[in-house]
């Protein structure tokens, strides 16, 4: 094994630096390395690339890995003089450099090959230069699709019950929870708490705005993946009970229908599961219920009052909540009004039309009379005066 201190790298490179303002030259050896963290995956091969020139006519090339865990010493991997390697034994099986060409492939990548690699190339030419880099390898195992546990698994009930939702992934290192609701992130709030590597997720209290497509998605530096979605089973209402109509005028909660027509009324509201429906009619201080389920016919020429009051109720038998709304079915005679106001409309018609007719037969009369009375006795005044003469 042989043994490098960074220390001495160090101040290689210091020297380097002031040589290089002195003279301009000492950039002779340049040693890059693409990024100075790389995850590798397990299992599979790992390329550690390295590209390094010079500008000196070199006489011998010489290529030296080390690796070095986390707080013990760089350990000799292997190393090469020109075209020739000369690997660790105990590690040969495990990494290839082909000089002149400083790269080194590790196969397969284990989590124990964790840690940093150093690569140090010397150049022999007119005196010798060297340089060298660390690259730190994180291995990593791709993360499986996770599985989402819900609890309870029968629904729960708002406000009364909590969710637990549990995120399981078989393997996988350095995972990273995260929790999605209808595809966007979730973050804590009253109501959602996480654990502490975010894994659970629990909503306390339950409520109806929870109604959702939940998803856990985890990844690590290698891998991403999403569970299935879970839709959580909250059972809530109901909520805003209203009572339309198919046809009818209404404003408010008051439905107004012309005798003689039949009015169907919807009666709705939002709950899981849905809800069962009960209509009661109001009549005098009595109150009897007179339909169940969520259509009512009200058949306007057998009721007998021109008001009647109603109410539609909605029953939750899950959440064991129940909500009403209250309306009015105003029965009008509409149709007969509208028939009386035609007759008046007519009969004011006949008396301007009779009113007009006589008018206008006076005044042709007159106008008749005019144009040939006067006539007449001018002409008649006209010839006598002649026959005078
Ligand atoms: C490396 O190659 C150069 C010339 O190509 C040669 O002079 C030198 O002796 C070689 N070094 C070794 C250790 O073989
Ligand atoms: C060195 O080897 C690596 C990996 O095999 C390759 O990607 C790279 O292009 C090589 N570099 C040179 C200068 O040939
Ligand atoms: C080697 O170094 C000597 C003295 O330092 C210098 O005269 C000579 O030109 C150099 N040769 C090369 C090839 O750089
Ligand atoms: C969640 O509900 C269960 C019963 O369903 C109860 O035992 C538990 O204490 C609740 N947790 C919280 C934080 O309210
Ligand atoms: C848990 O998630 C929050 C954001 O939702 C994040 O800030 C936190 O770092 C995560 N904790 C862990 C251990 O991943
Ligand atoms: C949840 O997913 C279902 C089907 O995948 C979809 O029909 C529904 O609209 C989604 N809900 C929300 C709130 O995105
Ligand atoms: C209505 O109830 C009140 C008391 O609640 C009672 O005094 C009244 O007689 C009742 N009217 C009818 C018509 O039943
Ligand atoms: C509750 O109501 C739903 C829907 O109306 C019905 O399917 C279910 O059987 C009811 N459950 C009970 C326990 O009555």
């Known amino acids: ?9 160090f101040f290689w490179d210091l020297h380097c630096k002031i040589y290089f303002l002195l003279v301009g030259i000492c950039s002779a050896l340049k040693l890059t390395v693409p990024s100075h963290t790389i995850h590798g995956i397990e299992g599979q091969p790992l390329h550690l690339t390295v590209d390094y020139n010079f500008n000196t006519t070199a006489s011998e090339i010489q290529i030296i890995w080390l690796f070095e865990r ?22 040969q099986h495990k990494f290839t450099l082909v000089p002149p060409n400083a790269s080194l492939m590790i196969n397969p990548l284990r989590i124990s090959d964790e840690g ?3 690569v140090k190339v010397n150049v022999r030419g007119n005196g010798t230069i060297a340089a060298s880099q660390k690259v730190r390898v994180a291995v990593d195992v791709p993360v499986t699709k996770p599985v989402v546990y819900t609890e309870p698994a029968s629904g729960v009930v708002e406000y009364v019950g909590n969710i637990t939702l549990k995120c399981t992934v078989e393997r996988g290192t350095r995972v990273v929870y995260q929790w999605m609701k209808n595809g966007k992130p979730l973050h804590a709030s009253p109501t959602y708490t996480f654990s502490s590597n975010n894994a659970t997720l629990l909503i306390v209290p339950v409520v109806k705005e929870d109604v959702g497509n939940y998803s856990c998605l985890v990844s690590n530096p ?8 879970i839709a959580p089973t909250i059972y809530y209402g109901p909520y805003g009970v209203r009572v339309k109509s198919d046809k009818g005028l209404n404003i408010g909660a008051v439905f ?5 027509e039949v009015i169907l009324l919807d009666c709705s509201a939002d709950s899981n599961p849905p809800n069962t429906y009960s ?23 057998k009721v007998a009052q021109k008001t009647i009051d109603y109410v539609c109720r909605a029953f939750n038998n899950a959440t064991g909540k129940r909500d009403e709304t209250h309306f009015t079915v105003v029965v009008t005679s509409v149709g007969l009004e509208k028939l009386a ?10 008396v301007i039309t009779g009113i007009s007719l006589f008018l206008i037969l006076a005044m042709a009369f007159l106008f008749i009379w005019k144009r040939y009375q006067p006539h007449k006795v001018i002409r008649q005044k006209l010839q006598s005066r002649y026959r005078n003469k």
């Open 256 to 260: 107004t229908v012309d005798m003689g």
């Open 279 to 301: 209509w009661v009619q109001k009549a005098d201080n009595a109150t009897q219920v007179i339909q169940h389920g969520p259509h009512l016919e009200v058949v306007s020429d």
């Open 116 to 118: 940093n690699y150093i």
């Open 1 to 9: 094994m042989l043994s490098w201190s960074p220390l001495a790298n």
């Open 341 to 350: 106001q035609k007759g008046k409309s007519l009969s004011s018609l006949a």
């Open 222 to 229: 290698v891998s991403a993946m999403e569970s299935e979605i």
């Open 70 to 91: 986390s707080q013990s010493n760089p350990k000799y991997l292997l190393g090469s003089v020109n075209q020739t390697v000369v690997p660790d034994l105990e590690y």
